[in-house]
C-alpha cells in the first residue's frame, strides 16, 4: 500500500508563487508516474502536471510556463513549484501516484488547499 504525504501549499495574492511536494512511502513500483491534480469548488478534478519516474513531464495547457514538476526518484517525493499564481488556480491540490505493472495502481494523497487572492 503505497501512502502520501502532501505538504505546502495556502495563501497568496495574485502573481505569488508557492510549491508544494509529496511523499511517497511503500512503493515497490519500479515504474511510476507522479503528479499533481487539483479540484476547484463545483468543478470536476483535472490534471495539472505529472512526471514519470523517467523524468517525462506532461503539464495541462493552463499552467505551462508557470508551474513546474519535478521529481527526488532517491526520495520518492514529487514537488510542484507555482509561479505567478493567478485567482483561478484556486483549488484542492492532490498528490496523485500511479504504479505501473501490467496495470496501474492509482493513490491519491488527502490534498491541500492552494488559495489565491485578486
Known amino acids: 500500500q503505497v501512502q502520501l504525504v502532501e505538504s505546502g501549499g495556502g495563501l497568496v495574492q495574485a502573481g505569488g508563487s508557492l510549491g508544494l511536494s509529496c511523499a511517497a512511502s511503500?512503493?515497490?513500483?519500479?515504474?511510476?508516474?507522479m503528479g499533481w491534480y487539483r479540484q476547484a469548488p463545483g468543478k470536476q478534478r483535472e490534471m495539472v502536471a505529472t512526471i514519470t519516474s523517467a523524468g517525462i513531464t506532461n503539464y495541462a495547457d493552463s499552467v505551462k510556463g508557470r508551474f513546474t514538476i519535478a521529481r527526488n526518484n532517491t526520495k520518492n517525493t514529487v514537488y510542484l513549484q507555482m509561479n505567478s499564481l493567478k485567482p483561478e488556480d484556486t483549488a484542492v491540490y492532490y498528490c496523485k501516484f500511479a504504479g505501473i505493472t501490467w496495470r496501474t495502481y492509482d493513490y491519491w494523497g488527502q490534498g491541500t488547499q492552494v488559495t489565491v487572492s485578486s
Open positions: 511503500g512503493s515497490a513500483f519500479i515504474r511510476n508516474t
